[in-house]
């Protein structure tokens, strides 16, 4: 599987953007991680293909996550962005293959795109 995003950018604080990401086969949860520079990779916001939604405290009521069943698409709409929102962001999609004896996860990564937040 592989995994597209696209729609970062440069945006003033209070802005929006809108980020994309399409995988090329059918996946189980999708979603987006962030990377600033200097810190680690952290969650921003999982959806499982059944709608379940998680998101970091950090982006709760600003971003939302959705995703596209049929494209094997997911969505990050950001609002109100903030300077700490200046990452690096990338699309996470995930296989599982639930087995008599566990369940096997294969994790698949997108490129990354940048998204820089203006004060």
């Known amino acids: 599987v592989q995994l597209q995003a696209s729609g970062g950018g440069l945006v003033q604080t209070g802005g929006s953007l809108r980020l994309s990401c399409a995988a090329s086969?059918?996946?189980?949860?999708m979603g987006w991680y962030r990377q600033a520079p200097g810190k680690e990779r952290e969650m921003v916001a999982l959806i499982s293909n059944s709608g379940s939604i998680i998101y970091a405290e950090s982006v709760k009521g600003r971003f939302t996550v959705s995703r596209d069943n049929a494209k094997n698409t997911v969505y990050l709409q950001m609002n109100n962005l903030k300077p700490e929102d200046t990452a690096v962001y990338y699309c996470?999609?995930?296989?599982?293959?639930?087995?008599?004896?566990?369940?096997?996860?294969?994790?698949?990564w997108g490129q990354g795109t940048q998204v820089t937040v203006s004060s």
């Open positions: 086969g059918s996946v189980n949860g």
């Open positions: 996470h999609a995930d296989i599982r293959d639930y087995g008599d004896y566990g369940t096997e996860i294969t994790d698949y």
